[in-house]
């Protein structure tokens, strides 16, 4: 079965510094992977993914993660926070075949916080 | 171009009534799901149609169906609204295959008293 779990509901940074948000998974086959963001009263926005290939992946807004499959995890990092970062992040789980194909099993999230 | 669409944007029922909740995908997307997402919560999975026909269900109820259209617009219906069913309603869309990115729509609000 696959699950996400999402290390901490909430994550407080300061504007400038380092913003590291955990995801482990559990995945019965290859997994893809995912980080969506969420603000106030909207749905979800992609930010990266990973299928196959290089492991480091970048997506928008600065943010990047790393696939790590001896570990089963994916954690999101930014250099340098910013205050438009604030907002809800979501780590998502996809499975590349299998009866399941194309579904996305979500974690429970991470607030993110930015102070000035 | 417009992104997903989904209407209404909030809904207010009763307990035991029925809702219908819609969404236009992206142009050329062929395939829409559905995902529930209860407050504090992540979403989940409740259904996906790609090519008009129903490829996944989720753990949800009978009291869920869903449809898709000749024009790939979708509708998500559910009877005998419960309060439990409270909940922000998701649709995303993705172009191909069932394992191409999916894109979000704003959602649904819906609010059962």
């Known amino acids: 079965a696959q699950s996400v779990t999402q290390l901490g509901s909430h994550v407080s940074v300061s504007e400038g510094a380092l913003v590291l948000l955990r995801c482990n998974y559990s995945?019965?086959?290859?997994?893809?992977l995912f980080w969506y963001v969420q603000y106030p009263n909207q749905g979800l926005q992609l930010l990266l993914k990973?299928?196959?290939?290089?492991?480091l992946v970048k997506g928008i807004n600065g943010f990047e993660a790393e696939f790590k499959k001896s570990e089963t995890s994916f954690h999101l990092t930014k250099p340098s926070a910013h205050m438009s970062d604030a907002a809800e992040y979501f780590c998502a789980v996809s499975e590349g075949r299998g009866s399941t194909l194309g579904r996305l099993y979500f974690g429970r999230g991470t607030q993110l916080t930015v102070w000035p | 171009d417009a992104g997903v669409t989904q209407s209404p944007t909030h809904l207010i029922k009763t307990r035991g009534q029925h809702v219908t909740l819609r969404c236009s995908p992206i142009s050329g997307h062929k395939s829409v799901s559905w995902y529930q997402q209860v407050l504090g919560q992540g979403p989940q999975f409740i259904f996906q149609?790609?090519?008009?026909?129903?490829?996944g269900r989720g753990n949800f109820p009978d009291r869920f169906s869903a449809r898709q259209f000749p024009n790939y617009s979708s509708e998500l219906n559910v009877n005998a609204l419960l309060l439990g069913d409270s909940a922000l309603y998701l649709c995303a869309s993705s172009f191909g295959s069932l394992q191409e990115t999916q894109y979000f729509g704003p959602g649904t609000r819906l609010l059962v008293l």
């Open positions: 990973y299928t196959t290939g290089a492991t």
């Open positions: 149609y790609y090519e008009k026909e129903e490829r």
């Open positions: 995945s019965s086959v290859p997994p893809y």
